[in-house]
């Protein structure tokens, strides 16, 4: 008869079932120790068992416990001094009671692969010694002396800077309409390429690439044959000339054309009201003949005639 004879505070002494999970290692976990299932204790550790290469924890459960099959069993303890226990986590995270998988039946066992054993004692004072001796905390140190040089150290240059945040924070709080502008122009540019999504939608279609490689090809070529007119770089220096005579050309061509429109209705006028009236029915009317002393002389027709040599 022992200590470990005597009941259990907090339960896991009554009635149950047998419940064996496996760990890799178990150090550090003491006989008797809590089963613990959503912060209540639901069973007792009964044994350990060292197999070859694993622990086997055997356990007895209370009877009106549900332990689902999937269920991760992990080594924790409630504070740094305190007693290891068994915690038994649900693997979706919830805290559904009602189990996701089939319940274990009594004798059912939590492989290896779903237990999670403590970091061994040795291994986290090699860690702490590695950090400790390796320069960590000196380059810690020497960040927090590179962060304090680029801080100001005076108290005006502090307040400078200060002062210069409040001035940007004040131009972007009146200029705020300008930023209104912008996003009202950013959400205008979305609805006009969202109006025109079936053209990107083409572009980006087996014929729009077609189009985009025929492009590709013949600015290729096009960048072939420039080079045998001219380089831009080297001999390029006669476009300027000949784009200045382009213009003056353009020009004189466009006042050409004012002019002509402006002497265009006068042309009309002479061949369609002189020339061509008198082209189509020639005649010559004769309203008034003078003779050398004055005397009208048109009364005579036969005379008239005889003078143009109409008649005999």
Partial sequence: MSVDSLPQLGGGDGDGYPVTFEFSSVLNLPDRAKVVQDGKTVGVVTRINLKTDHVDVESRIDNDVVIPADTRATL?????????????????????????????????????????????????????????????????????????????????????????????????????????????????????????????????????????????????????????????YSGGYWLIPMLNSLADATGAVQQTKWNVEGEAPHWRELFLNDFLPVDKNPAINITSIKGPDGREMVGNVQDVLRILGATP
């Fill in 76 to 232: 924790q303890q409630s504070t740094v001094l305190g007693d290891t226990y068994v915690a038994l986590e649900d693997p979706s995270g919830t805290s559904d009671p009602a189990p996701r998988s089939a319940p274990l039946v009594p004798g059912g066992r939590i492989p290896v692969a779903n237990t999670t054993s403590p970091p061994q004692l040795e291994d986290t004072i090699a860690n702490l010694a590695n950090f400790v001796g390796s320069g960590s905390i000196q380059r810690i140190q020497n960040s927090i002396i590179g962060v304090n040089k680029v801080t100001p150290a005076r108290r005006d240059e502090l307040a400078r800077m200060v002062r210069r945040v409040t001035a940007d924070l004040g131009d972007l709080s009146n200029n705020i309409d300008v930023v209104d502008k912008m996003l009202n122009g950013v959400s205008g540019t979305a609805d006009v390429m969202n109006r025109h999504l079936s053209t990107y939608s083409y572009w980006l279609s087996p014929a729009g690439m077609v189009g985009f490689d025929r492009a590709t090809q013949a600015a290729g070529y096009i960048g072939t044959v420039l080079p045998s007119i001219g380089s831009i």
